[in-house]
């Protein structure tokens, strides 16, 4: 398939647009890019012409890619400050390693349509937490062990690469509601976001795409061109996130996203449904 320069000169625009405002959005509210990233992709690239049935596969991949670049980032900051619980992460990574490669599998195999459902019914579960949960609710005192790990560690993995993000949106609740302290929380969940993103990525390398529907510079499912432009743009915007948080009151800002996000999962149902 050839590409138009005119075609590829809207891509590049769209994805330094999209690539800005998931830096900011990461660095005022904490929330990974992915969950931000995967609809503009697939809003992106539907609307240069680039559909078919493996659209979505495409979308996950690329976010989960700029997801292993930019979780490193965090947890080499948060361990900086001492945040990240190792003990966690080294306890929880193994389930969560084994959750994502099935993911991959499963992705793999589902049609975008399915995956848009997916991804709409998940981001609803987590726009409503993030608008109506509240700091105090707790499902335990500390962090839960034995089959209890053993059951959601993997669930946190398989669910977060059917979505295509790291480990903030399930991680981060999860922690808080087995009593872990916030900011532990959010520096943990980065290192989820690491065990998450790169099996699942090296995974998404070997699914094949159809050329006819393949964005430029696509390799298995990965788009380059959009990885690198993404990276680029979040290392520049996150920190004029981060500025705007120290700034002003998050919490008013978290329902807004949480309304956002609402909008944004009912808009892919909506898509999905052919409504």
Known sequence: MSHDPMLLAQMLVLLLAIGALAGVLAGLLGV???????????????????????????????????????S?????????????????????????VLGAIVGVMVAANLRSVTLQIVFGCLALVIGAYMGLGKAHWRLG????????????SPAVGFLSVLMGIGGGSFGVPLMTLFNVPIHRAVATAAGFGVTIAVPAVIGFLFV??????????????????????IIAMTLMTAPLGVKLAHAMDPKPLKRVFAVFLTLVALNMLRKAFGW
């Open 141 to 152: 005192q500390t962090m839960p062990g034995g089959a209890k790990r053993l059951s959601l």
């Open 32 to 70: 990974g890019g992915g969950i931000v990233l995967v609809p503009a992709f697939f809003y992106a690239f539907q609307g240069l012409g680039y559909g078919g049935p493996q659209l979505m596969q495409v979308c996950l991949a690329t976010s989960l890619a700029t997801i292993i670049v930019t």
């Open 72 to 96: 490193l980032r965090s947890v080499a900051s948060h361990n900086k400050k001492g945040a990240v619980d190792w003990e966690i992460l080294r306890g929880w990574a193994p389930g969560i």
């Open 208 to 229: 094949d795409i159809d050329p006819a529907n393949r964005p430029p510079l696509t390799i298995g499912a990965v788009n380059l061109g959009a990885f690198f432009i």
